[in-house]
């Protein structure tokens, strides 16, 4: 009402030495009205016509991305490693005064942590301090040598890359029943949290205050509370909204989708949405313009999407609900085995998913409300199935890492100097035991 205002009276002052001209040529033109009526027609007709053009253009932006991803090919791929192993978790460092990511960070079913050149993929460094299983790595956003891992020992380390040695500069410390199985660090990097295994009758989002993980701090950290009413399984994955720090979705075996506002007082309040897969979770993350819908992938390979923004609206906040994806997409007679995880295009402002098969090749597929469909597929890189990838939107590069043990980078256009493929690599994993099968009885009542 205030800009309504504001603008009407930028009008006045704009026209008010010629109202006088204007009142004049109205009332004695004798064409007065038809051109009146003409310039309405016009503005009319141009008001469509940008509107035309500017639906074509986003679905011109929409589909060089789409090309570009369809055109992805290696560009670098990593040195076969003396000890092979599943690469599980996958992170770019983000330098704030540097557009190219420095680092890059694999977590392996071997209970340790790679560290690799971003521009040539060659190995610098490996922690393997690691007494329990991994659940994943990120690095800090401001600072691109602090990494962070999370064990099932129960506690999120803090890792600075630079140095070689095998001790962390900082330790975020749980309680003692705790076994981490997610984590993540808010955007602002003030907070860690972690996702707990149901352990008796007990699963906790637990959070740490990370100020000073970058000051070489040697004593533990311990946590600044829990929430632990939310979910009642296992919390498979946990993620920080993109820009807003105080925003946190998780994601379990129950079935739910939960998005908490952690500024408020206590879980009840911070408990903004409630969403229901019906399936146990095994991706969450954010999309959307301003990061405002929510979406989860499912352990049998289901996907939910959600629109948060339509919480207060009479609108349903369901976008898309898809049972089960390798039903739904037809990938040019390749068949869809498993999806690995998504991420949001900002140029394209288009969801993507990561999916593939057991040989080794990679699906993208594009996310609308109408359905989903296969962008492109990757071919020639993998020979076993990739468990885990990074998009890094500075180059438009996408990085793999799977059960061949082999981390690739893949660029559009690129041509590999080096074509040879590497045979799978049928290694045991520890991490197949961690797979829990679904109980619908833990469906929840929350819509």
Wanted: charged residues 20%; proline residues 3%; hydrophobic residues 40%.
């Amino acid at each position: 009402v205030i800009a309504g205002f504001l603008y009407a009276i930028l009008i006045l002052v704009v026209f008010h030495p010629v109202v006088d001209l204007i009142d004049n040529f109205n009332l004695t033109y004798k064409y007065a009205p038809l051109i009146i009526i003409s310039l309405h027609l016009a503005l009319g007709i141009f008001s469509f016509t940008l509107d035309t053009l500017g639906t074509a253009l986003e679905m011109a932006a929409v589909e060089k991305v789409e090309e570009q991803l369809a055109s992805l090919h290696i560009a670098k791929r990593s040195a076969p490693s003396e000890e092979p192993a599943y690469l599980l978790d996958i992170d770019l460092s983000r330098p704030a005064q540097s557009e190219n990511s420095r680092f890059v960070a694999v977590s392996c079913s071997s209970k340790s942590i790679r560290v690799y050149n971003r521009e040539t993929l060659q190995f610098l460094r490996e922690y393997s301090s690691h007494p329990g299983i991994l659940s994943g790595v990120r690095f800090a956003h401001a600072c691109d040598s602090a990494m962070l891992s999370a064990c099932s020992d129960g506690t999120v380390k803090c890792w600075d890359v630079r140095s070689a040695t095998q001790k962390p500069v900082q330790v975020f410390s749980g309680y003692p029943s705790n076994v981490f199985i997610s984590f993540d660090i808010s955007c602002s990097d003030l907070i860690v949290c972690a996702g707990t295994e149901k352990v008796e009758q007990d699963t906790f989002l637990v959070f740490w205050d990370a100020r000073g993980i970058t000051d070489c701090a040697s004593s533990a950290k311990e946590p600044l509370g829990v929430y632990s009413e939310s979910h009642n399984d296992d919390i498979t994955k946990i993620c920080f909204h993109p820009v807003e720090p105080n925003l946190v979705v998780s994601g379990s075996t129950d079935g739910l989708v939960n998005v908490f506002d952690i500024n408020k007082d206590n879980e009840d309040d911070a408990l903004i949405s409630t969403c229901n897969s019906d399936s146990s979770v095994s991706f969450v993350g954010w999309s959307g313009k301003d990061y405002k819908q929510v979406y989860c992938l499912t352990h049998d390979e289901g996907f939910c999407w959600w629109d948060t923004a339509q919480l207060d609206t009479e609108e349903p906040i369901t976008l898309l609900r898809v049972l089960d994806v390798r039903d739904s997409l037809c990938a040019e007679n390749q068949s869809l085995h498993y999806l690995v995880g998504g991420w949001y295009h900002e140029k394209a402002e288009k969801l993507f998913l990561v999916g593939g098969t057991s040989t080794g090749n990679i699906h993208l597929i594009s996310c609308g409300t109408d359905g989903l469909g296969l962008v492109g597929t990757l071919c020639g890189g993998h020979s076993a199935t990739v468990r885990s990838f990074c998009w890094d939107p500075a180059d438009e590069s996408l990085l793999t890492g799977g059960e061949d043990a082999q981390l690739l980078l893949w660029k559009p256009g690129a041509v590999e100097r080096s074509l040879t493929k590497k045979a799978s690599l049928k290694i045991a994993s520890s991490v197949h035991k961690r797979v829990r099968v679904h109980d619908s009885s833990l469906k929840t009542r929350k819509k």
